[in-house]
């Protein structure tokens, strides 16, 4: 069974930094794309940037495009979300999500719990 556990959220100031981690369990991912995905309050949860397993290929919403990188490292099973010059509106619940095949920004099989993330002004 595949476990998704986020962790790195907290509180920032506009302007700065924090790096999100996905600590991925329970199969191989070879095969699989992982995304990031976000929920602000009273608004839909929408897609962040994601990640080919194997290619390493990476995709990105045009709201963070430019200051947010994807990346996963094979070895430990882990994906990261580094979030440069956050802004007041990157705050959400931040969550990881993995599935079977190519890129999408929308249908994903597994999810984390969610981390929090706050961009104080």
């Known amino acids: 069974q595949v476990q998704l556990i986020e962790s790195g959220g907290g509180l920032v100031q506009a302007g700065g930094s924090l790096r999100l981690a996905c600590a991925a369990s329970?199969?191989?991912?070879?095969?699989?794309?992982m995304g990031w995905f976000r929920q602000a309050p009273g608004k839909e949860r929408e897609f962040v940037a994601a990640v080919g397993w194997g290619s390493g290929n990476t995709y990105y919403a045009d709201s963070v495009k430019g200051r947010f990188t994807i990346s996963r490292d094979k070895t430990t099973n882990t994906v990261y979300l580094q979030m440069n010059s956050l802004k007041p509106e990157d705050t959400a619940v931040y969550y990881c999500?993995?599935?079977?095949?190519?890129?999408?920004?929308?249908?994903?099989?597994?999810w984390g719990q969610g981390t929090q993330v706050t961009v104080s002004s």
């Open positions: 999500a993995s599935k079977r095949g190519g890129y999408s920004d929308t249908t994903y099989d597994y």
């Open positions: 329970g199969r191989t991912f070879s095969g699989y794309t």
